[in-house]
């Protein structure tokens, strides 16, 4: 429920009156002995869905912008006509007035959000090259990414033009400012002793998972859009859902940077692809239930002008994200692709050792190094095979060049293959299978063993 407070400019208070009379509003009327401008102040209880509808016509009765009108939240309301009311306004959706406050408070003074903003990038940078999904949660909650995202929307739909501007402009600034940071933190450490001088950062599972984004990261972006939207509307959780949408935008953006300063242009420009995508789709989500929600502008005399000027923003907005869509889906075809030869690699060399069934000789690893940027370049994949062998068992001398054929016939693709053999030596009591610790002789052989 909500407490409407309404200071009723002089010369309006039987419209005021009658105003509320026609919506069946119990109000009470108090005498306003302050400025001169006042006559009377009114209030009433509504629940949250009513506070539209009663403002607007209460704006038609007289009063304007110019009076005070103050909607407060209640904890409690002890009434048999609570009922009655809420009948009379049905619906969870807040006010416009209240949306407009929301967003305001959600998007904080400039220094404010740059501060938290820089804080949050080092934090999730951090967690970034640490490998630490954790530190990377925590960063998030620091990350005051979701007040431009949402009043920007607000602002569009209902055509707050200096809102509008604020929000968009914070958000491009502001995930400016994160990629920047990240890069020179990566830039500093790089030149400390904190993380090793030959770090390879595609190696840590954390950057590469934002290096090879896919349509999942839309429906991540679209899903946090769409609940920050919620939040706002039904007044709950908004800071849970900020984490999401934070989520989705401060670790692509650590990881540009940390790209830009370990002078990796691949991996700077795939982690910008998903930020701005996500971005994109942030807005998109947001706007477009802010508008289905029944949300519109104090001044509705020109409906259709408003209605086409919000589906031209959806229309560039979903436009931006079909075609940054295409990288998308590049890269969760070629992951896909990637995936299935390594399933269908391991799969046949598994069936081939189990046909020849050799005794003492076992496969004991196969990795396949393939990614999805060597399938978008056309590198052939590479296929590491262990083997273990008996000791003084003979080596094939061209076992790898006959899986090179048989993989590249069965799978219809070139590949190159690289054995290593395991010897192992066992006690004649008992010849278990032999772990990998317990091989002491290992050696490579690249397309087929050398003596």
């Given at each position: 429920?909500?407490?409407?407070?309404?200071?009723?400019?002089?010369?309006?208070?039987?419209?005021?009156?009658?105003?509320?009379?026609?919506?069946?509003?119990?109000?009470?009327?108090?005498?306003?002995?302050?400025?001169?401008?006042?006559?009377?102040?009114?209030?009433?209880?509504?629940?949250?869905?009513?506070?539209?509808?009663?403002?607007?016509?209460?704006?038609?009765?007289?009063?304007?912008?110019?009076?005070?009108?103050?909607?407060?939240?209640?904890?409690?309301?002890?009434?048999?006509?609570?009922?009655?009311?809420?009948?009379?306004?049905?619906?969870?959706?807040?006010?416009?007035?209240?949306?407009?406050?929301?967003?305001?408070?959600?998007?904080?003074?400039?220094?404010?959000?740059?501060?938290?903003?820089?804080?949050?990038?080092?934090?999730?940078?951090?967690?970034?090259?640490?490998?630490?999904?954790?530190?990377?949660?925590?960063?998030?909650?620091?990350?005051?990414?979701?007040?431009?995202?949402?009043?920007?929307?607000?602002g569009a739909v209902l055509n707050d033009k200096p809102m509008r501007a604020r929000g968009v402009r914070l958000q491009l600034t502001g995930?400016?400012?994160?990629?920047?940071?990240?890069?020179?933190?990566?830039?500093?450490?790089?030149?400390?002793?904190?993380?090793?001088?030959?770090?390879?950062?595609?190696?840590?599972?954390?950057?590469?998972?934002?290096?090879?984004?896919?349509?999942?990261?839309?429906?991540?972006?679209?899903?946090?859009?769409?609940?920050?939207?919620?939040?706002?509307?039904?007044?709950?959780?908004?800071?849970?859902?900020?984490?999401?949408?934070?989520?989705?935008?401060?670790?692509?953006?650590?990881?540009?940077?940390?790209?830009?300063?370990?002078?990796?242009?691949?991996?700077?420009?795939?982690?910008?692809?998903?930020?701005?995508?996500?971005?994109?789709?942030?807005?998109?989500?947001?706007?477009?239930?802010?508008?289905?929600?029944?949300?519109?502008?104090?001044?509705?005399?020109?409906?259709?002008?408003?209605?086409?000027?919000?589906?031209?923003?959806?229309?560039?907005?979903?436009?931006?994200?079909?075609?940054?869509?295409?990288?998308?889906?590049?890269?969760?075809?070629?992951?896909?692709?990637?995936?299935?030869?390594?399933?269908?690699?391991?799969?046949?060399?598994?069936?081939?050792?189990?046909?020849?069934?050799?005794?003492?000789?076992?496969?004991?690893?196969?990795?396949?190094?393939?990614?999805?940027?060597?399938?978008?370049?056309?590198?052939?994949p590479e296929v590491n095979v262990l083997v273990g062998i008996p000791r003084d068992f003979p080596t094939p001398p061209d076992l790898a060049?006959?899986?090179?054929?048989?993989?590249?016939?069965?799978?219809?693709?070139?590949?190159?293959?690289?054995?290593?053999?395991?010897?192992?030596?066992?006690?004649?009591?008992?010849?278990?299978?032999?772990?990998?610790?317990?091989?002491?002789?290992?050696?490579?052989?690249?397309?087929?063993?050398?003596?």
């Amino acid at each position: 429920m909500r407490l409407v407070q309404v200071l009723v400019p002089e010369g309006t208070r039987a419209q005021v009156i009658e105003s509320l009379d026609q919506q069946g509003v119990d109000y009470a009327l108090f005498e306003e002995v302050g400025r001169g401008d006042f006559e009377a102040m009114v209030q009433f209880p509504v629940p949250p869905s009513g506070v539209e509808p009663i403002l607007d016509r209460l704006r038609e009765a007289g009063v304007r912008e110019g009076a005070y009108t103050i909607v407060l939240p209640t904890e409690t309301v002890v009434s048999q006509r609570l009922a009655a009311l809420v009948d009379r306004f049905p619906g969870l959706r807040i006010s416009r007035e209240e949306l407009i406050a929301r967003a305001n408070d959600l998007a904080p003074a400039n220094s404010t959000f740059f501060a938290f903003l820089v804080l949050s990038t080092i934090i999730a940078t951090t967690g970034l090259l640490l490998d630490s999904a954790a530190t990377i949660i925590g960063a998030m909650v620091v990350a005051p990414l979701m007040g431009p995202a949402i009043s920007a929307s607000v602002g569009a739909v209902l055509n707050d033009k200096p809102m509008r501007a604020r929000g968009v402009r914070l958000q491009l600034t502001g995930l400016i400012a994160a990629i920047l940071t990240a890069a020179i933190m990566g830039w500093l450490l790089q030149r400390t002793v904190l993380i090793p001088p030959d770090l390879d950062i595609l190696s840590i599972p954390q950057i590469t998972e934002r290096t090879s984004p896919n349509f999942l990261s839309l429906f991540l972006a679209l899903g946090s859009g769409l609940a920050g939207a919620i939040s706002i509307m039904r007044g709950s959780g908004s800071t849970l859902v900020g984490v999401a949408i934070a989520v989705a935008l401060i670790p692509p953006a650590a990881t540009s940077g940390l790209g830009i300063a370990f002078g990796l242009p691949g991996t700077a420009i795939a982690a910008g692809v998903l930020v701005v995508v996500n971005l994109l789709a942030i807005n998109l989500s947001a706007l477009v239930l802010f508008y289905a929600s029944g949300f519109r502008p104090v001044d509705t005399v020109d409906g259709e002008s408003i209605r086409r000027a919000v589906a031209a923003r959806i229309v560039v907005i979903a436009t931006g994200i079909a075609v940054l869509s295409l990288v998308l889906a590049t890269v969760t075809v070629a992951t896909y692709h990637t995936q299935t030869f390594e399933q269908q690699t391991q799969a046949e060399l598994q069936a081939a050792f189990d046909e020849a069934d050799i005794e003492g000789v076992e496969l004991v690893d196969v990795t396949v190094d393939y990614e999805p940027v060597d399938v978008l370049l056309g590198n052939e994949p590479e296929v590491n095979v262990l083997v273990g062998i008996p000791r003084d068992f003979p080596t094939p001398p061209d076992l790898a060049q006959r899986f090179d054929d048989e993989l590249t016939e069965r799978l219809e693709q070139d590949v190159f293959v690289q054995i290593g053999f395991l010897e192992a030596e066992f006690s004649e009591r008992e010849p278990p299978e032999p772990p990998l610790d317990e091989f002491w002789t290992v050696f490579a052989v690249s397309g087929g063993p050398t003596d």
